[in-house]
């Protein structure tokens, strides 16, 4: 009762927590403004190329260069950082480019260590009108399989090493403990190991991900130094090495067969990877944004407490392997197993609908992105596992039934999961594409708004405006007004208008959005009878 007692106040204390919606944040960073802008056509030739970020961008593995129509690069190759503004980059140009179309490529990386790139064109002189307009794009970095191996096996090593520990000190109530440790010594000692491999190989991968270079050449020591000095990534990395050579000691006394107060030792070492698990919230999506320490702290528990089901569950298997004690203590750490599993499903869901909310804005965004398929998978599989928890829930309550095959199961469907989960991890978040938006809105008046922007991304999207009354539309407009404010930052306001003639021919309105993030859109309608229609609207705009 106490633990369920426990677990309810936990899961109070999480809806509260994700009642305070999340600011959504786009993990990689994206560009806030650029000067010269998207085919932005300048009448003298600029000094220099500055693009602003929402982040600061880490101090290494940037680039920048401008090209013109023949490929010939035309800057100084002095791409640096501003001194005042760590958001910024920028570079100085050769004076009196002639006139004609040029083209801006950059590579930054984000502060949660993702690498992004992306062009920008623009022109010199009017007769640049002309020339055939490329647009403006921006990719970031998507998982290969040496980063899926590596994440993958890291994030398993933490659910077997942090799970076994956990059932042996705080689930399974045994005179013969002792016996239950030295069945699951090898997978302890396994994921030890796999914790090191996936520590230690972790600089090279980011190395091999940031600078784009060879593994070959990701052992170089100049490039291990800039990743150490310069990234908020090396920080954490050198987090990671103290507190996996302190595990090493803490496991070692534990494992020692000599040694007293296993239990201390035991415990140290659960701290002490609950640690290593707290570090990785800080070099993922979780990192970024404006509510850091609500996104870590949830991501800390959402992946903690999936290491701590995993692991639980094949602990449990050699548990119940050569079982030879007393069948009513056997169903008794079933049952204890079972309320410890309730909590951390608990906390699994609704850690996972805070995740959802903040980075998949758009239901067309989750089925029609990387991140929302990937996040869709995971959910699906997610659902399975409940159902095997279930029907163990119910088995053990009864103290009857076949567990063996059935936990196997869900513990490799979770090894799956946890996979995934690496993936997401390293995923560009479903903000980035969002989608077509298209809604309707009623005014106090008894109209019906409909507003439709097309493809809502940065840079020229078409808008398309409606004014129904009594299901009708109406064809005796005036004038349209669409005023455009931006609530991530004051960038001042944007106004479209469409014409009596554009709404009676049912055209589309011309407008630029300047960045992505949250947007609000005013619609102001009057009629030919003076009547004023009203109706906001609010949308979040990509990158992609």
Same mark, same amino acid.
């Given at each position: 009762?106490?633990?369920?007692?426990g677990?309810?106040?936990?899961?109070?204390?999480?809806?509260?927590?994700?009642?305070?919606?999340?600011?959504?944040?786009?993990?990689?960073?994206?560009?806030?403004?650029?000067n010269?802008?998207?085919?932005?056509?300048?009448?003298?030739?600029?000094?220099?190329?500055?693009?602003?970020?929402?982040?600061?961008?880490?101090?290494?593995?940037?680039?920048?260069?401008?090209?013109?129509?023949?490929?010939?690069r035309?800057?100084?190759?002095?791409?640096?950082?501003?001194?005042?503004?760590?958001?910024?980059?920028?570079?100085?140009?050769?004076?009196?480019?002639?006139?004609?179309?040029?083209?801006?490529?950059?590579?930054?990386?984000?502060?949660?260590?993702?690498?992004?790139?992306?062009?920008?064109?623009?022109?010199?002189?009017?007769?640049?009108?002309?020339?055939?307009?490329?647009?403006?794009?921006?990719?970031?970095?998507?998982?290969?399989?040496?980063?899926?191996?590596?994440?993958?096996?890291?994030?398993?090593s933490?659910?077997?090493?942090?799970?076994?520990?956990?059932?042996?000190?705080?689930?399974?109530?045994?005179?013969?403990?002792?016996?239950?440790?030295?069945?699951?010594?090898?997978?302890?000692?396994?994921?030890?190991?796999?914790?090191?491999?996936s520590i230690?190989?972790?600089?090279?991968?980011?190395?091999?991900?940031?600078?784009?270079?060879?593994?070959?050449?990701?052992?170089?020591?100049?490039?291990?130094?800039?990743?150490?000095?310069y990234?908020?990534?090396?920080?954490?990395?050198?987090?990671?090495?103290?507190?996996?050579? &302190?595990?090493?000691?803490?496991?070692?006394?534990?494992?020692?067969?000599?040694?007293?107060?296993?239990?201390?030792?035991?415990?140290?070492?659960?701290?002490?990877?609950?640690?290593?698990?707290?570090?990785?919230?800080?070099?993922?999506?979780?990192?970024?944004?404006?509510?850091?320490?609500?996104?870590?702290?949830?991501?800390?528990?959402?992946?903690?407490?999936?290491?701590?089901?995993?692991?639980? &569950?094949?602990?449990?298997?050699?548990?119940?392997?050569?079982?030879?004690?007393?069948?009513?203590?056997?169903?008794?750490?079933?049952?204890?197993?079972?309320?410890?599993?309730?909590?951390?499903?608990?906390?699994?869901?609704l850690?996972?609908?805070?995740?959802?909310?903040?980075?998949?804005p758009?239901?067309?965004?989750?089925?029609?992105?990387?991140?929302?398929?990937?996040l869709?998978?995971?959910a699906?599989?997610?659902?399975?596992?409940?159902?095997?928890?279930?029907v163990h829930?119910?088995?053990?309550?009864?103290?009857?039934?076949?567990?063996?095959?059935s936990?196997?199961?869900?513990?490799?469907?979770?090894?799956?999961?946890?996979?995934?989960?690496?993936?997401?991890?390293?995923?560009?978040?479903?903000?980035?594409?969002?989608?077509?938006?298209?809604?309707?809105?009623?005014?106090?008046?008894?109209?019906?708004?409909? &507003?439709?922007?097309?493809?809502?991304?940065?840079?020229?999207?078409?808008?398309?405006?409606?004014?129904?009354?009594?299901?009708?539309? &109406?064809?005796?407009?005036?004038?349209?007004?669409?005023?455009?404010?931006?609530?991530?930052?004051?960038?001042?306001?944007?106004?479209?208008?469409?014409?009596?003639?554009?709404?009676?021919?049912?055209?589309?309105?011309?407008?630029?959005?300047?960045?992505?993030?949250?947007?609000?859109?005013?619609?102001?309608?009057?009629?030919?009878?003076?009547?004023?229609?009203?109706?906001?609207?609010?949308?979040?705009?990509?990158?992609?």
């Amino acid at each position: 009762m106490k633990l369920l007692r426990g677990s309810l106040s936990f899961i109070i204390f999480l809806i509260i927590a994700t009642s305070f919606l999340p600011s959504q944040s786009f993990a990689h960073a994206y560009i806030v403004k650029s000067n010269p802008s998207e085919n932005e056509v300048l009448t003298t030739s600029p000094t220099k190329i500055t693009i602003q970020f929402d982040e600061a961008i880490e101090q290494r593995f940037y680039s920048m260069k401008v090209t013109d129509q023949s490929g010939k690069r035309v800057d100084q190759k002095d791409a640096k950082i501003s001194q005042e503004n760590q958001a910024i980059l920028e570079e100085t140009l050769e004076p009196d480019l002639p006139n004609g179309t040029y083209l801006i490529q950059w590579k930054v990386v984000s502060s949660d260590g993702h690498p992004i790139n992306g062009t920008i064109p623009f022109q010199i002189g009017k007769d640049a009108k002309h020339t055939k307009q490329v647009k403006e794009s921006t990719s970031g970095y998507l998982p290969q399989t040496d980063m899926i191996s590596l994440r993958g096996l890291l994030y398993i090593s933490f659910s077997l090493f942090l799970g076994l520990l956990f059932f042996t000190s705080f689930i399974v109530k045994s005179p013969n403990l002792e016996s239950l440790r030295k069945r699951t010594k090898w997978l302890l000692t396994g994921s030890y190991i796999g914790l090191g491999i996936s520590i230690l190989l972790g600089l090279p991968l980011q190395i091999h991900i940031e600078a784009e270079v060879a593994w070959s050449k990701a052992f170089d020591p100049s490039f291990i130094m800039q990743i150490l000095e310069y990234t908020t990534f090396g920080l954490i990395w050198m987090i990671q090495v103290i507190l996996f050579l &302190l595990l090493s000691i803490t496991y070692f006394l534990y494992s020692y067969r000599k040694v007293k107060r296993k239990k201390v030792w035991e415990l140290l070492s659960i701290v002490l990877v609950s640690g290593l698990i707290l570090t990785k919230a800080f070099i993922g999506h979780s990192a970024t944004g404006q509510n850091i320490l609500l996104s870590i702290t949830m991501d800390f528990f959402h992946l903690g407490a999936a290491a701590l089901w995993l692991g639980s &569950l094949i602990a449990l298997v050699c548990f119940l392997t050569n079982y030879k004690e007393e069948k009513t203590f056997k169903w008794e750490t079933i049952r204890r197993f079972s309320g410890w599993s309730i909590l951390f499903v608990s906390i699994l869901l609704l850690t996972g609908i805070y995740g959802s909310l903040l980075y998949v804005p758009t239901w067309n965004a989750l089925f029609h992105t990387s991140y929302g398929q990937v996040l869709l998978v995971k959910a699906a599989l997610f659902i399975v596992m409940l159902g095997f928890g279930a029907v163990h829930f119910l088995r053990g309550k009864r103290k009857k039934g076949s567990w063996g095959a059935s936990i196997w199961l869900e513990f490799f469907i979770g090894l799956v999961i946890l996979v995934l989960a690496a993936i997401l991890t390293n995923l560009p978040t479903a903000l980035d594409a969002p989608g077509v938006f298209n809604q309707t809105a009623k005014t106090k008046e008894g109209y019906t708004v409909s &507003l439709k922007i097309d493809p809502n991304v940065v840079g020229t999207n078409l808008f398309t405006v409606k004014l129904f009354e009594n299901g009708k539309e &109406l064809t005796n407009i005036d004038q349209v007004t669409i005023t455009l404010t931006c609530l991530d930052m004051d960038m001042g306001k944007t106004t479209i208008q469409l014409s009596k003639e554009d709404m009676r021919n049912k055209k589309q309105a011309e407008g630029v959005i300047s960045m992505a993030g949250r947007w609000k859109a005013h619609v102001h309608g009057l009629t030919a009878s003076l009547d004023e229609i009203d109706a906001d609207f609010t949308f979040m705009t990509g990158n992609q």
